[in-house]
Structures are given as C-alpha cells and as structure tokens.
C-alpha cells in the first residue's frame, strides 16, 4: 500500500484529502491500526542565541568586560503539530505556532515567551 501522498494534495479545498492517509484511520477489530511510528510528523523547532564579550584587562588584578546577547536571534517562528483530528475540516494542516515552555523571563509569560530579546552586559572584575 502506498501511504505517500504528492503535492497535489496540499491545497484539501481543490483535491480533497489525501487517500493514501485517510485510509490508515479506518478502525481494525484486532485494536491495532495501520500507523507507522512517525507517520505524521511536525516541523522541527528552531531557536537561535547569540553572545558576544570582549574583556578588557586593566592593570594586574582588574578586568572591565563588555558584551551582548540575543535571544531568538532571528525571531523565527515555530509551528504546532498538524491536526490530528480525523473529523476536522482541518485535518493535517498547521493553524498555529508554539513558543518554548520557558524563556529568559520564566514560564509565566505564556505565547509571548519567545520575542527577540537583546540584552547588554558591563562588568568590572577586581
């Protein structure tokens, strides 16, 4: 059986569903379906932070450090899991985007907890 479907079937308002993964919802006595391990799969998670720091060395025992960091430096979205409800009309399409659990501001902050965040740091060492 083939369980590929091509990329006619992206647009579901023109095709229709895809055949080939409808068909692996119908329900067997025996308990077990036809899905395979990672069938459906969602897109990966992307997040990138950068830091920059340069020290400065003044006299023996003193050192002043300057520096920058960017949180979700190129504020890249990232997106949920496709439905997986077989009876909605959005059945295998993407409708939202997800933030990481926690940010640099803790877990409270909910869907905001993934802006692009710049941060400035000065340091003096003795």
């Known amino acids: 059986m ?6 006619q079937f992206a647009n579901t308002a023109t095709n229709g569903p ?5 068909s692996n919802f119908v329900s067997n006595p025996a308990g077990f379906g036809d899905q395979r391990r990672n069938q459906v799969r969602g897109p990966n998670f992307f997040d990138t932070d950068l830091s920059i720091f340069k ?12 520096g920058a960091t ?20 959005q059945f295998g399409q993407i409708v ?3 933030s990481p659990p926690t940010s640099i501001y803790g877990s409270f902050l909910g869907a ?7 941060q400035s740091q000065i340091k003096f060492s003795f």
């Open 2 to 7: 083939n369980n590929s479907c091509g990329s």
């Open 18 to 22: 895809c055949p080939a993964l409808t």
């Open 55 to 66: 020290n400065f060395r003044i006299k023996e025992r003193m050192q002043f450090t300057l």
């Open 70 to 89: 960017a949180y979700n430096l190129f504020n890249h979205p990232n997106f949920d899991q496709p439905q997986g409800d077989v009876a909605s009309s």
């Open 96 to 98: 939202t985007t997800i």
């Open 112 to 118: 905001d907890a993934s802006p692009r965040v710049l």
